[in-house]
């Protein structure tokens, strides 16, 4: 019996390296933590479509391959319709970026001079502070975009190029880590793995749903109402709508920042100019409340708001904007964790 | 170094012709054709006991069955009626061997707990499929994961007719017994009175 302990320990010291080690590569090596949630993402989005494939009686390799070939010409199309849109608007709000800058300064001016008698708000003078800030902001903004690209090539290879491993020997990858897993925890460590796996795929999936249908319908309503960097300001909603509860409202602020620094843009009065850009957010946030919130998300995380609220604090404060993200699943998957270990060693039946 | 390499891969090859081999005399799998077999020796987890390792405990939450592909396997269980386990209250229920299978109720029921625990009498190498297992058979090939899960159910209904059989005739002594205790009570009271 003490060498079978002494075995599995071993066994369990191997497993603890081998995650150690992984997790070193993925905090030190630049862009790689990056590269694979983003390749996670696209196995858990492609999973589901390469295993109708093989159901349909396609070799698995051939399956990955058709599916990349294809998803790989939509990209270029999409990226061949989007990125000279995206561009446009981009210049236009560079060009643009002085006065707005200058509308939010008048705009705090304007506040401060009807707050006045607030004496302790004039003593704080937001306004030259604000004014310093935002040049700084936009100085950093145009020497960190070359820098971004930079980034987000060696991303843009890496990704695609993990997510093919990912489908193509993933299977076989977790078999041969399980295989390691000492005898007493194999059944547990299953279990837990094929849970996680499905906890994680749904929330994924349900995610990029929610955002593709919110940035969507923002961008298809701002074109109605005639707004100015529809597609712009459409890719920004459905990015912060990744992050809970405050992704919809941050996702607002550009909009009413652009309303608020030019109130005749839209209609002679800004009350009105408001509401149509208010119906147009509000429309995208009730569908995804009405139907994919309760339809898809709400079944797969089971966590209390506060809770939810205060993991995307404590991932803000780890890992920035990613941690916000991430740190949904990553609380829940925690949760799962420890429920399980938690039946398996009270052995309750 | 090399050669090593390739004492490996050929061990490994052959490692997988065993296990191929054995799930097509498998009851489970015997369905199966030699592709979907194929498929199956990539999905199914071979694990190594000593002789006195337990496989699982009566009362853990249970995920799948296991195969003997070498050595005995004891299933023992705890005397209900004794509130602290200890070995003394063991029951022995049966010895398994070479090309027996045990826990494939867990393959369904859920949430499974294990009925009865396992322990390796000698060193063991046993073939693991468990519920995930299923369930991405099912997913990737549906066909293949219909034969499998048809058979399961085949197994499982002789189980519970073997069950049933079995109580059948419990109750039946249990009634016997009822009987043969009531006339010699009667006899008693006959001969006291």
């Given at each position: 019996m003490r060498n079978i302990l002494h075995r599995e320990n071993l066994k369990v010291l191997y497993i603890l390296a081998i995650i150690a080690f992984g997790l070193f590569m993925l905090f030190f090596i630049n862009n790689l933590l990056l590269s694979s949630v983003l390749a996670f993402v696209i196995f858990y989005l492609l999973a589901p479509v390469i295993n109708y494939f093989e159901r349909k009686g396609f070799n698995r390799g051939l399956a990955i391959f058709t599916i990349y070939t294809l998803n790989t010409i939509t990209v270029v199309i999409a990226f061949w319709i989007f990125i000279p849109l995206l561009i446009e608007q981009f210049y236009l709000l560079e060009k643009e970026l002085p006065s707005l800058q200058e509308g939010v300064l008048n705009l705090v001016a304007k506040v401060e001079n009807r707050l006045g008698y607030f004496s302790q708000l004039e003593s704080l003078n937001l306004r030259d502070k604000l004014g310093q800030w935002m040049i700084a902001q936009t100085t950093l903004f145009s020497t960190w975009i070359p820098y971004w690209v930079g980034n987000s090539l060696t991303t843009l290879f890496l990704t695609p190029f993990l997510a093919f491993f990912m489908l193509r020997d993933g299977s076989r990858a977790k078999r041969t880590i399980l295989d390691l897993i000492p005898n007493r925890f194999f059944e547990v460590s299953l279990r837990l793995v094929y849970e996680m796996n499905e906890q994680v795929g749904s929330f994924i999936r349900a995610r990029i749903a929610e955002a593709l249908i919110v940035g969507l319908v923002t961008w298809i309503g701002l074109l109605i109402i005639g707004f100015p960097y529809a597609i712009l300001l459409a890719l920004f909603a459905a990015l912060t709508n990744?992050?809970?509860?405050l992704g919809p409202v941050l996702g607002t602020v550009p909009a009413l920042v652009i309303i608020l620094v030019?109130?005749?843009?839209?209609?002679?009065s800004m009350g009105m100019s408001f509401l149509a850009v208010g119906i147009v957010y509000l429309t995208a946030q009730l569908l995804d409340a009405l139907i994919i919130i309760p339809v898809v998300v709400a079944k797969i995380v089971n966590l209390h708001p506060v809770t939810v609220i205060l993991v995307i604090i404590l991932g803000a404060q780890v890992l920035g904007v990613l941690g916000m993200i991430i740190s949904i699943p990553v609380a829940s998957l925690a949760k799962l964790f420890v429920t399980t270990l938690y039946q398996q060693t009270a052995r309750t039946p | 170094m090399i050669q090593n390499l390739w004492e490996n891969v050929l061990n490994k090859r052959k490692k997988e012709t065993d296990i191929y081999g054995f799930l097509k005399q498998s009851f489970l799998f015997k369905d199966l054709s030699s592709k979907e077999l194929e498929f199956l020796t990539h999905i199914v987890h071979v694990r190594h006991f000593q002789g006195g390792e337990k496989i699982f405990n009566q009362g853990d939450p249970g995920v799948g069955m296991y195969y003997i592909l070498t050595g005995t396997v004891d299933i023992i269980m705890h005397?209900?009626?004794?509130?602290v386990k200890d070995d003394k209250e063991e029951i022995f229920i049966t010895r398994l061997e070479k090309g027996d299978f045990f826990g494939e109720l867990s393959l369904i029921e859920e949430p499974s707990y294990r009925s009865a625990s396992a322990v390796a009498i000698t060193r063991c190498t046993l073939i693991g499929f468990f519920k995930p297992d299923l369930l991405q058979v099912i997913q990737r090939n549906p066909q293949t994961g219909n034969k499998i899960s048809l058979r399961l159910a085949e197994i499982l209904g002789r189980r519970l007719r073997e069950t049933t059989e079995k109580v059948t005739e419990l109750c039946v002594e249990l009634n016997h017994f009822k009987k043969d205790a009531g006339n010699a009570g009667t006899n008693e009271k006959h001969f006291t009175s």
């Open positions: 990744l992050i809970p509860y030019n109130p005749n843009l839209l209609f002679e | 005397d209900p009626s004794f509130e």
